[in-house]
């Protein structure tokens, strides 16, 4: 045996469809502000990113000479006495 379905009020009706678009708002209020904030912080990123790189660039040509040097030293023929 079936039952049929239970009315709701009115009120209960409007408070849940009203509780439901206030949060899709405040989600998407929320959303857009984290969204900025992720940009300027991507940007900032970015900007360490082109120093970082250049600091490192720099560092492996240091290596690659000091190796380059290392090994110049080390194919020089050795003089006996």
Not at 15 to 23: A, I, N
């Amino acid at each position: 045996m079936s039952q049929s379905p239970v009315r709701v009020s009115p009120l209960i009706k409007f408070g849940r469809w009203s509780l439901l678009l206030v949060g899709i708002g405040y989600g998407a209020f929320h959303q857009n502000r984290l969204s900025k904030k992720e940009e300027k912080v991507r940007a900032i990123e970015a900007q360490q990113k082109i120093v970082r790189d250049a600091k490192l660039a720099e560092e492996k040509k240091r290596a690659a000479e000091a190796e380059a040097r290392a090994l110049a030293e080390l194919s020089k023929p050795t003089v006996k006495n």
